[in-house]
C-alpha cells in the first residue's frame, strides 16, 4: 500500500526566503506526482506535475524535483511572498495492484510566509 | 479553461437524511475521483470511474453508491448520513487509461455539514 509523508507538517517562514518541501512515497511504482496547493476550507489547486520518468519541473518561482528511485519530492518556493501562505499537498498516481487511477496523498504542510 | 465543475457547493443534511453530490468533468475526461477530506484531514480516496465503469475503489462506505454517466458527469449518492460524513468532498476528473500519466484536476468541492 502506497504510503505519502510530507515534511515538516508546517512552516513558518518571513518573506523573501527560498524554502524547501519535502514529500516521500513508499511505493516507486509511479506514473507521476502533483504538487496542489489548498487554501483554507478550498479546493485543491494543481501546482506541478512531474512524470515518473522527469527529474524536474518549474513553473514561475515553482521548481518541483522528483527521485522516482529513493522514493522523494521537493517543492522548492523562491522568495516567497505572503500569497503563498496555503496548505501544501503531494500525490502521487501509482501504478501497481491494479490501482492505476487514484491518487494517493500525503497530508500537507501548511506554510505561511509572514509580511 | 472549463473546469471541474461540483454542486452543490454547501450543502447541510440531518442524521439519517440522503444526499446527492455532482461532479462535472472536464470536457474530454473520461474518469471520475471522488475524494474525502474531514477537518485538518488529507483527502481520501472513495472512488473512481472510467468511461461509466468502476475502475478502482477505496475506503467508500456501504452506505454510500456512486456512478458515472453516459455524459461522464458522476454523482455521489449517501445515504443514512452520520455525523462523521461531514466534511469536503472533492471530485477530481483527468483522461484515464488511455493516458494513465495525465494529470488530475479537482473542483472546487461540496461541503457537507450533517447535524
Known amino acids: 500500500k502506497q504510503e505519502v509523508t510530507q515534511i515538516p507538517a508546517a512552516l513558518s517562514v518571513p518573506e523573501g526566503e527560498n524554502l524547501v518541501l519535502n514529500c516521500s512515497f513508499t511505493?516507486?511504482?509511479?506514473?507521476?506526482l502533483q504538487w496542489f496547493r489548498q487554501d483554507p476550507g478550498k479546493g485543491l489547486t494543481s501546482l506541478l506535475l512531474i512524470q515518473s520518468s522527469q527529474r524536474e519541473q518549474t513553473s514561475g518561482r515553482l521548481n518541483a524535483s522528483l527521485d522516482k528511485s529513493s522514493g522523494r519530492s521537493t517543492l522548492y518556493i523562491a522568495a516567497s511572498q505572503p500569497g503563498d501562505s496555503a496548505t501544501y499537498l503531494c500525490?502521487?498516481?501509482?501504478?501497481?495492484?491494479?490501482?492505476?487511477?487514484?491518487?494517493?496523498f500525503g497530508k500537507g504542510t501548511l506554510l505561511t510566509v509572514n509580511p | 479553461a472549463a473546469g471541474v465543475i461540483q454542486s452543490p457547493r454547501h450543502l447541510i443534511k440531518e442524521k439519517r437524511e440522503t444526499a446527492t453530490l455532482k461532479c462535472y468533468p472536464i470536457?474530454?475526461?473520461?474518469?471520475v475521483y471522488w475524494y474525502q477530506q474531514g477537518p485538518g484531514q488529507d483527502p481520501q480516496f472513495l472512488i473512481s470511474f472510467y468511461e461509466k465503469m468502476q475502475s478502482d475503489k477505496g475506503s467508500i462506505p456501504d452506505r454510500f453508491s456512486a456512478q458515472q454517466f453516459s455524459d461522464y458527469h458522476s454523482e455521489l449518492n449517501m445515504s443514512s448520513l452520520e455525523l462523521g460524513d461531514s466534511a469536503l468532498y472533492f471530485c477530481?476528473?483527468?483522461?484515464?487509461?488511455?493516458?494513465?500519466?495525465?494529470?488530475?484536476?479537482f473542483g472546487q468541492g461540496t461541503r457537507l455539514t450533517v447535524v
Open positions: 500525490a502521487v498516481r501509482g501504478n501497481s495492484g491494479g490501482s492505476n487511477y487514484k491518487l494517493t
Open positions: 470536457p474530454r475526461h473520461d474518469t
Open positions: 511505493d516507486s511504482a509511479i506514473y507521476n
Open positions: 477530481a476528473s483527468s483522461l484515464g487509461a488511455r493516458v494513465l500519466r495525465a494529470e488530475a484536476f
